[in-house]
């Protein structure tokens, strides 16, 4: 049995977690997921784990879920995002990262890409327009990456942000 070096706290109603994610740009698209079971949409990665740096945490992912080996470029955002999902209240701590993925990677500009079972989740992966408009009709959260899409920062900026509650998505 593998122990869960994933990095998250439960306490009862609320949970604490550290995600770290990527944007992979292909054809004027973006790289997004979701648990098939979802309505919304997030950038790939997953929960860091005890002993691995952040890029190694989405190299991992990227690994496990894509099975391609994925170039980490700079940090985007950090971002202490708030929210309410699945009858809980959640603080993450999320890191967002420029990433490059292999040509390998099919693409297609509106069908799924891929589909892996990851766990308990079915999780598929679709490129998406990569516009204000676009992303914010997905939704995916944290929803603030909608307004920032068409021009990146050039530096790593840090946010508090508040999703407010994704089961009303």
Partial sequence: MTRDMRIRLKQPG???QMRVAGLAFRNGHV????????RFWTFPGGRAEIG???AETLKREMMEELGVEARIDRLL?????????EGKHWQEYGLYYLMHLPETLPFH??????????GKN???FRWARATRAALAALPIPP???ADDIETLPETPR???WDDGDLDAL
């Fill in 143 to 145: 929803l603030f990456i």
């Fill in 122 to 124: 079915a999780l598929e």
């Fill in 14 to 16: 609320r949970i604490w």
């Fill in 109 to 118: 500009e509106s069908d799924i890409v891929h589909r892996i079972q990851d």
């Fill in 77 to 85: 955002w950090s971002v202490e995002n708030f929210f309410h999902y």
């Fill in 52 to 54: 691995e740096t952040t």
């Fill in 158 to 160: 840090h946010l508090v």
């Fill in 31 to 38: 790289l997004v997921h979701r648990a098939a079971h979802e």
